[in-house]
T-cell receptor, first 118, second 117 residues
Framework: AQKVTQAQTEISVVEKEDVTLDCVYE???????LFWYKQPPSGELVFLIR??????QNEISGRYSWNFQKSTSSFNFTITASQVVDSAVYFC???????????????FGQGTILTVHP | EAQVTQNPRYLITVTGKKLTVTCSQN?????MSWYRQDPGLGLRQIYY???????DKGDVPEGYKVSRKEKRNFPLILESPSPNQTSLYFC????????????????FGNGTRLTVT
């Protein structure tokens, strides 16, 4: 069964600090997708990134970067030079795609509450 | 505007009184899904639908029903709500399967906060 673990329940940083949010996943499929979503205080879920299991290249988008390592089943998210507007709950998620009984399921981690203080 | 619309945004009800939360998308998406969000538990999938008339259980389906009679709508039905169903509910859709496509990821509605007393 697929599983996502975000061990950090809450993180608190001061503006301009770098912060890394950890995500560890479990799956038996060889084909799967990993995601990060942001939920700001307003409550909506904002898509940040999708990564498939065959693409281990790290990705950078502005102050955001993602490190995908299949060897450790991790898909960590780093915010460089954090800002107050980065304060939100961040979710990592996993979707298996080998066509088995779990195809169609999307499993989220517990979420990490990030607070960036001015 | 492409969107997933949930109604109502807020709902307070009493134990045992049947209710329906509606979800509609205007993007011709095949895949739709319902999640509930609870503190410390993240989002958990209730039901999903790969296409019209095709629905499957997620991780926490007990106490819920869904139907997918037409592509755009995917209502969530609580036949006999109980206090442990007090939660924040999200509907989502994507072109095909939860992973969506490169240019069309999973789209979420704005959520429905349900309180069952």
């Amino acid at each position: 069964a697929q599983k996502v673990t975000q061990a950090q329940t809450e993180i608190s940083v001061v503006e301009k600090e770098d912060v890394t949010l950890d995500c560890v996943y479990e799956t038996r499929d060889t084909t799967y997708y990993l995601f990060w979503y942001k939920q700001p205080p307003s409550g909506e879920l904002v898509f940040l990134i999708r990564r498939n299991s065959f693409d281990e290249q790290n990705e950078i988008s502005g102050r955001y970067s993602w490190n995908f390592q299949k060897s450790t089943s991790s898909f960590n998210f780093t915010i460089t030079a954090s800002q107050v507007v980065d304060s939100a709950v961040y979710f990592c998620a996993l979707s298996e795609a080998d066509g088995g009984t779990s195809y169609g399921k999307l499993t989220f981690g517990q979420g990490t509450i990030l607070t960036v203080h001015p | 505007e492409a969107q997933v619309t949930q109604n109502p945004r807020y709902l307070i009800t009493v134990t045992g009184k049947k209710l329906t939360v509606t979800c509609s998308q205007n993007m011709n998406h095949e895949y739709m899904s319902w999640y509930r969000q609870d503190p410390g538990l993240g989002l958990r999938q209730i039901y999903y639908s790969m296409n019209v008339e095709v629905t499957d259980k997620g991780d926490v389906p007990e106490g819920y029903k869904v139907s997918r009679k037409e592509k755009r709508n995917f209502p969530l039905i609580l036949e006999s709500p109980s206090p442990n169903q007090t939660s924040l509910y999200f509907c989502a859709s994507s072109l095909s399967a939860p992973q969506g496509t490169y240019n069309s990821p999973l789209h979420f509605g704005n959520g429905t906060r349900l309180t069952v007393t």
